[in-house]
């Protein structure tokens, strides 16, 4: 799909001004051309192929860059005069009030934020339809949630998108999962301690077909694949430090330490390494991670492979 020279400079001013505004690294724009620009001319072309709204599920562990790439991608598709709509499903988290309702009556771990089971898939699939459906005179708030607060930002604060919708990008860390047996010993100390005999674990596996209803409306997945669950600790404590310079000054006692971090990723862990080793196969693009973060190779399924555009 050749580009104007015109539209070539323009996007490539997209970038640039994206490199700044997120304070990225000047290498960047070398990984957002070799990589981002591609993966944005192939939505494009799955968008002329299907011809109606384009549903892109992003996955990914905690700290792979999701919402990096989620961002960045919603501008090069702007540049191309497509309306995009960006929301993570850590927006769709339940109140920390009805998280609590949880932990009481199914399993005390269910206060914690992030498994199957702690989402509002009403309000998910409810937004999706409206997205869908959207016209010339539609104005849709998209939720927000607060991890500072760990809790959901009050409706008023919520963004407002206006108009019709080409693309929406669902992103998160279980997005896209596939239905999982997760009984068997204990693979950690969090699962050890308080749930030995399962029955947490047995409440998440539910969940997760539920969760199919939600992810069956992703037409295109990608997969930002990290190398392995040590990476993702790293990467995710990297990013709590990020989240703690931000917001200090407004909730001091909000942010997690090293060893409260620990122990939240492994509410995580189980379903992540089962991500790791099934999903690569099931998406439609893959991204792999090295150990420091670079994205070192794209991978696109042979039956959407459309090469570099």
Request: with cysteine.
């Amino acid at each position: 799909m050749s580009k104007p020279h015109s539209s070539q400079q323009l996007i490539q001013q997209f970038i640039l001004q994206f490199i700044r505004d997120e304070q990225l690294p000047a290498d960047f724009e070398t990984v957002a051309n070799d990589y981002f620009l591609p993966l944005a001319d192939y939505i494009t072309q799955c968008l002329q192929r299907r011809q109606q709204t384009l549903v892109v599920g992003i996955n990914g562990a905690q700290g792979t860059g999701k919402s990096t790439l989620s961002e960045l991608l919603k501008r090069l598709l702007q540049a191309r005069h497509l309306q995009c709509v960006v929301f993570s499903i850590d927006d769709l988290y339940l109140t920390r009030a009805e998280r609590a309702t949880l932990a009481r009556n199914i399993h005390p771990l269910l206060q914690t934020r992030g498994v199957p089971g702690t989402h509002d898939l009403a309000m998910g699939m409810n937004l999706l339809a409206a997205l869908k459906a959207a016209d010339s005179g539609s104005h849709i708030a998209i939720p927000r949630f607060d991890k500072a607060t760990d809790d959901r930002c009050p409706e008023p604060h919520w963004p407002i998108h206006s108009g019709p919708v080409d693309v929406i990008i669902v992103e998160g860390w279980c997005v896209g999962a596939p239905t999982a047996v997760l009984s068997g010993e204990p693979i950690n100390t969090l699962e050890q301690a308080h749930d030995a005999d399962g029955r947490w674990r047995a409440f998440i596996e539910t969940q997760l077909v539920e969760y199919q209803q939600l992810f069956a409306q992703i037409d295109t997945l990608l997969m930002l694949k990290a190398p392995s669950m040590e990476s993702v600790i790293e990467w995710r404590t990297l990013q709590e430090q990020k989240l703690r310079a931000r917001t200090q000054a407004d909730a001091p006692d909000a942010m997690m330490n090293k060893a409260q971090l620990h122990w939240f990723i492994m509410h995580y862990e189980r379903l992540t390494r089962m991500m790791l080793d099934i999903l690569p196969e099931r998406a439609d693009v893959v991204f792999d991670l090295d150990n420091e973060h670079r994205i070192v190779n794209a991978r696109y399924q042979v039956h959407h492979d459309l090469g570099h555009v």
